[in-house]
């Protein structure tokens, strides 16, 4: 799990970390830091750092000052550094330092004139221009300047963050850097886990600044496939087809009969005790022949999940507002959505709208979500009163009242496709069923979504892909047995 924080969380650790101890020097830090990873990078690349060129391109705030300081320790290794002044004033005792070490400072050069500035030969560059006091976007100037170093392949190090993206809601609304390494400073930022600004990041180095933690601060944990691994609810020696959960699905249509189908699907093969149906009969005819197991009667039921391919059913609002009342958790997905309960529905009810759908649900536009996934899913929550997963390429969990967010495992975009959120809806009701709380049920389930379509990577249809994240979950569930084993013979 890694955990990032708001800028103005990082603001504070920073503050903290200063008043705890006056002394150290954390821009020091910060460049010693960044020239290590810039060295290491030249060794990469050509074998040595002694005779590389650099290239620093410098903003006006403190981000300049560390690449600065930085090119002003490399240029003691013999490197041959240059320092473009792009934006703003370069930090005054940075600029001295790079002088003293020999480092050159380019003329800042009129608009037009910027691109040609990027030496032929150039080894690599550092990204100094905008860190968390940056706002999204680039001037066309510092725009030309990084065409140029794209168009010459020259490999970008960005300092704390790519300049350009939105640290905290993941958006890249203009220019933007687009870095092969990423040197991180004190804390993880949110642009590091959400899509598009997680792509612009390359590889990301996390550099320790000795800061602390508070309960103050809001996190955003993304989780890893270990994390999948370990917290997804296999089954025990002495579970039972009720202990593991029995999922009830109404889901499906005349219309859209797949949706019942594909739910089914997913709930068959993330495990479910028993998978109970009670949609669309159009579905049942097929699902008879290709999930025998799947019974129709009423009976014991451990959670729901409504509204997949329900299209314009008449009496979605009152199914919806009956399963409230049942007590029972539930997922509530694509048509179900447009009948949700005036007065909202529960914590243990999971919804999991796309970014369209909860636009809709907040009556906004779609590119509000996509800019801001992680406020567009509190708000949802808010509204709602249920947790929120919303799907997407970064797919979030808001719980109602908590300003702390869960991001699922990323995967590959294979699986934007029409009948995923079926699969998904499935696989969560699934888990809710086996007694996993919502947040943590939308965050496993859209993570073995993608972990799956990672392992099994093409255009393979929803219903394949539920039965390769059966697949991925044997071999995931060996692993957490493993790793039991040895964190028990070790204790
Ligand atoms: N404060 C600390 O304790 C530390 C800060 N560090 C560095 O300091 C950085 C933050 O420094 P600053 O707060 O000075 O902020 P920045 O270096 O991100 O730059 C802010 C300056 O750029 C201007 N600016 C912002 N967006 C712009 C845009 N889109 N176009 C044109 N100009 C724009 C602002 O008006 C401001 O003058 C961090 O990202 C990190 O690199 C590190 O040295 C580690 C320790
Ligand atoms: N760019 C992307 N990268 C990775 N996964 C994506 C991307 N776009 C969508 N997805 C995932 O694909 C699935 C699509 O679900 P959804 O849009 O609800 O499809 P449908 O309702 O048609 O079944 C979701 O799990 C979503 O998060
Ligand atoms: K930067």
Redesign the pocket.
């Known amino acids: 799990m890694q955990t990032a924080y708001p800028v103005h969380d990082i603001?504070r650790l920073?503050?903290a970390?200063?008043a705890a101890d006056p002394r150290h020097d954390?821009?020091?830090?910060?460049?010693g830091a960044l020239a290590a990873v810039v060295a290491g990078e030249l060794v990469e690349r050509r074998g040595a750092v002694y005779g590389a060129r650099v290239l620093l391109l410098i903003?006006?705030?403190?981000?300049?000052?560390?690449?600065l300081f930085a090119g002003a320790l490399l240029a003691r290794r013999g490197v041959a550094v240059r320092a473009l002044p792009v934006?703003?004033t370069p930090?005054p005792a940075g600029l001295a330092a790079l002088r003293r070490a020999g480092g050159r400072i380019l003329e800042p050069l009129a608009v037009d004139e910027q691109a040609e500035t990027v030496p032929q030969g150039c080894d690599l560059a550092v990204d100094?221009?905008?860190?968390?006091?940056?706002?999204?976007?680039?001037?066309d100037r510092?725009a030309a300047v990084l065409d140029r170093l794209n168009d010459l392949r020259v490999p970008i190090v960005a300092?704390?963050?790519p300049?350009?993206v939105d640290?905290d809601t993941g958006a890249v609304p203009?220019a933007a850097v687009t870095a092969a390494v990423t040197v991180s400073?004190?804390a993880a930022k949110p642009c590091q886990l959400i899509e598009p600004a997680r792509s612009r990041c390359g590889r990301v180095v996390d550099v320790d600044?000795g800061f602390g933690h508070d309960d103050r601060l809001t996190r955003i944990s993304a989780l890893d496939e270990d994390d999948l691994a370990r917290d997804w609810p296999y089954p025990g020696v002495t579970s039972s087809k009720y202990t593991r959960g029995v999922v009830g699905i109404d889901a499906g249509s005349d219309s859209y009969p797949g949706a019942g189908i594909l739910a089914a699907h997913g709930a068959v093969y993330a495990g479910a005790g028993m998978v109970r149906f009670h949609g669309a009969e159009e579905s049942r005819r097929v699902l008879t022949g290709a999930l025998p197991n799947i019974v129709y009667g009423d009976g014991r039921v451990q959670a729901m999940l409504y509204g997949s391919g329900w299209g314009d059913r008449p009496d979605g609002a009152d199914v919806i507002a009956h399963g409230l009342e049942t007590g029972l958790p539930a997922v509530v997905d694509a048509d179900g959505l447009q009948r949700l309960p005036a007065g909202g529905l529960s914590p243990e009810w999971l919804i999991t709208p796309h970014a369209g759908e909860l636009a809709r649900l907040l009556g906004c536009d779609r590119g509000e979500v996509e800019s801001d996934p992680v406020g567009a899913a509190h708000r949802g929550a808010d509204r709602t009163h249920a947790t929120v997963l919303l799907k997407g390429a970064t797919q979030v969990v808001a719980r109602p009242g908590r300003r702390s967010v869960l991001i699922a495992v990323p995967g590959p975009a294979w699986t934007a496709q029409a009948g995923s959120g079926d699969v998904l809806a499935g696989i969560c009701a699934t888990l809710l069923a086996a007694g996993v709380p919502a947040a943590r049920a939308g965050a496993l389930g859209a993570s073995l979504q993608a972990v799956t379509a990672a392992e099994f990577p093409g255009p393979v249809p929803p219903h394949r892909l539920a039965e390769h994240a059966a697949t991925v979950l044997g071999r995931l569930g060996q692993r957490a047995a493993g790793a039991a084993d040895r964190e028990g013979s070790r204790s």
């Open positions: 603001r920073e503050e970390a200063i954390l821009m020091q830090a910060a460049a903003g006006g705030g403190n981000n300049g000052g560390d690449a934006l703003g930090h100094g221009v905008l860190g968390i006091g940056g706002r999204p976007g680039l001037p510092v300092v704390d963050l300049s350009g640290a203009g400073f004190g600044l």
